[in-house]
Nanobody, 125 residues
Framework: VQLQASGGGLVRTGSSLSLPCAAS????????VAWFRQPPGKEREFVAG????????SYADSVKGRFTISRDNAKNMIYLQMNSLNGDDTAVYYC???????????????????WGPGTQVTVSS
């Protein structure tokens, strides 16, 4: 499966932004999908994920209550809705997918086989 994230940009603190990720080559309906981000000078970190077709969602504590991950199986799309953005959310955001992911590994970047190129999100005050 190929993934392509978009929707990044420069926004002000407190703003909202939606990141779409288009999948092609296979349907992601049965995949586990996730968003990761890499802040400047830091390692890639888990943001949010949906586990397989069951739809179980997980969030990093830093985004819980502000970000929402969703999947549109009919359109083969994955979304990340980000609200109440702040400077700590500045990062390159990546969407990822994997077919054989086990639940305990869902927050590990090395557990995902498929990645799209990132999209830059910059939050300014």
């Amino acid at each position: 499966v190929q993934l392509q994230a978009s929707g990044g940009g420069l926004v002000r603190t407190g703003s909202s932004l939606s990141l779409p990720c288009a999948a092609s080559g296979d349907t992601v309906r049965t995949y586990s999908v996730a968003w990761f981000r890499q802040p400047p000078g830091k390692e890639r970190e888990f943001v949010a994920g949906i586990f397989r077709s069951a739809g179980t969602t997980s969030y990093a504590d830093s985004v819980k209550g502000r970000f929402t991950i969703s999947r549109d199986n009919a359109k083969n799309m994955i979304y990340l809705q980000m609200n109440s953005l702040n400077g700590d959310d500045t990062a390159v955001y990546y969407c990822a997918a994997d077919r054989g992911l086990i639940l305990s590994s869902r927050k590990r970047a090395d557990a995902y086989d498929y990645w799209g190129p990132g999209t830059q999100v910059t939050v300014s005050s």
